[in-house]
């Protein structure tokens, strides 16, 4: 029976291994979750530029190319003689370009002559000569793309017009115009950003947005949208410049607790700008599910890591136990039964290093130790147990004496201490104990196994394990091991247990060595 000072400092060992690991752990996964988010916000940092650069890209390219084809097509146009015939009539050049129109679809495409009069189609020929942008064609004589502007039969509807000149021995016989809805090129812009956690703006010639994709209204002035930012390195008034410039650049902003990155730069073919602005909080948002992923990982590891952790903890918590209950029979051995007032403190002994407790060389436990927790484990199976086989083997490492004449003890030494190894994993992973007997002797108890058809084929495992090379002076020397084993049965005790086991090693020993046998109600099986 456990005094109430055992059964305390038992409760003491558990609270002791049990608490360090659960902190390690939370610990472990607060420091993990700090280190994903912190390297998402980097990743999200460093993606910003990247990605407002990518889409800022890919919309110019968009609108640009819209633009162009339909310039292209004007010029096509403008190739065909019937539009520098004065003979033919208005109605037939504007028929034939309707017929055209019907197959791209513009708004309109129509003609207007040398004097700045457009002619459509059912309607009386009117003049464009006070549109500045005409009068900028006309005198210049090179092709023009305008602002967005507000036309259409409701008076509502917002486009922009690419005119192409009619010239003819370098002197302006026309020009041929399309009219193109303002909603096909932000359609472009939304297309460009859906994929992306960005907003894209396209400015006019004299900045003001024409359409944007975050909500901003047409008309606004980009230096107006500037003035609700703190930007870094640069000036709203120094962007505004580089803009009309024709110039491409970048910037850092903030507003309010939100940074972003801003990339902007010219369309080809037109005198416009796009905008591209990617926010930090977003771009973090939008990376969030791989985040999570890494962290559901992390979690997991972690959540292994634990068990195998606590694992180890339960079986050192049961070694202080089985020190404690030593100590106490020590104790009722000197004083018999009479402790004194000065008698061990158990707390002083649970803070004990395992320093003492196991074999310095090999890192199994003494001879003393393992017998003792190998009382107790013993003791448990006559208590009823679990229904478990618990079995003793001998394990002993072949022709030492050889090994160590033949290469020195350094080599023999680098054997015992791989054969301690192993038996120490093989005692954690059948939830049993590993010792050194002495010299080349090791014994184990095995107690995770279901049957004897179980415990053959670990003992053939252990076998193969214990047949390794140990590397020495450049040269590998093969080594292997003999094991001797007994199952417990009610009515054996650990002393006769140890004798039967080290009877079937002797009987391994006689015939051939490298394998095992098991000691059975004192007759013995050969394997």
């Not at 930007?231 to 410039?245: P, S």
Request: net charge negative; aromatic share 10%; with cysteine.
């Amino acid at each position: 029976m456990k005094t109430k000072e055992g059964k305390q400092a038992a409760k003491s060992a558990e609270a002791l291994a049990f608490s360090n690991v659960r902190r390690a752990f939370i610990g472990c996964l607060v420091l993990g979750m700090l280190v994903v988010v912190m390297q998402n916000a980097f990743l999200t940092y460093r993606n910003m530029e990247r990605t407002a650069r990518t889409v800022r890209q890919g919309v110019t390219a968009q609108v640009s190319g819209k633009v162009g084809e339909t310039r292209k097509l004007l010029e096509s146009l403008a190739s065909m003689q019937a539009f520098y015939d004065p003979g033919v009539p208005w109605e037939e050049k504007v028929e034939k370009l309707d017929k055209i129109n019907g197959y791209y679809g513009y708004m309109f495409i129509c003609y207007v002559d040398k004097d700045i009069v457009v002619y459509t189609l059912g309607e009386e020929p009117a003049s464009l000569a006070s549109r500045e942008h005409m009068q900028k064609v006309y005198a210049s004589k090179q092709p023009y793309v305008t602002d967005s502007f507000v036309a259409g039969a409701d008076g509502k509807t917002l486009n922009y017009t690419v005119i192409v000149p009619l010239l003819q021995d370098g002197a302006m016989t026309g020009s041929l115009f399309a009219t193109i809805v303002l909603d096909d090129t932000a359609a472009l812009l939304q297309e460009a950003t859906a994929t992306a956690a960005a907003d894209a703006v396209l400015v006019g010639s004299k900045g003001q947005v024409m359409c944007a994709t975050d909500g901003t209204a047409y008309g606004a002035s980009i230096l107006d949208i500037l003035g609700g930012y703190r930007l870094f390195g640069t000036t709203a008034d120094q962007v505004e410049e580089q803009m009309l410039n024709r110039e491409a650049g970048a910037f850092h902003a903030a507003a309010g607790a939100g940074l972003s990155y801003t990339a902007y730069g010219p369309v080809e073919n037109a005198n416009w700008d796009v905008v591209v602005t990617v926010g930090f909080w977003p771009e973090f948002l939008s990376m969030l599910p791989s985040a999570a992923f890494v962290l559901l990982a992390m979690f997991l590891l972690l959540l292994g890591v634990y068990y195998f952790v606590s694992r180890h903890a339960r079986l050192q918590a049961a070694s202080i136990e089985a020190m404690v209950n030593s100590v106490q029979e020590v104790e009722k051995k000197l004083y018999q039964g009479s402790v004194p007032s000065g008698r061990l403190d158990y707390e002083n002994i649970l803070q004990l290093s395992s320093k003492g407790l196991n074999d310095e060389l090999t890192g199994a436990f003494t001879r003393v130790i393992f017998l003792d927790r190998a009382e107790a484990m013993l003791q448990g199976q006559r208590e009823g147990g679990d229904g478990r086989l618990l079995a003793l083997c001998f394990i002993d490492l072949d022709d030492l004496k050889t090994l160590n004449d033949s290469h020195g003890h350094l080599a023999g030494d680098m054997a015992l201490k791989k054969i301690g190894a192993i038996l120490r994993e093989y005692g954690a992973k059948y939830d049993g104990l590993a010792g050194r007997y002495g010299g080349d002797e090791f014994i184990l108890i095995l107690r995770d196994i279901d049957d004897r058809e179980e415990l053959e084929a670990v003992l053939k495992g252990l076998v193969g394990r214990l047949a390794f090379d140990v590397c020495f002076e450049g040269r590998d020397i093969a080594t292997h091991c003999s094991i001797g084993a007994s199952i417990w049965h009610e009515g054996l005790t650990l002393g006769m247990l140890i004798a039967n086991a080290d009877k079937a090693l002797y009987d391994v020993k006689c015939h051939g060595k490298a394998n095992y046998s098991i000691f059975l109600y004192g007759e013995q099986d050969e394997i």
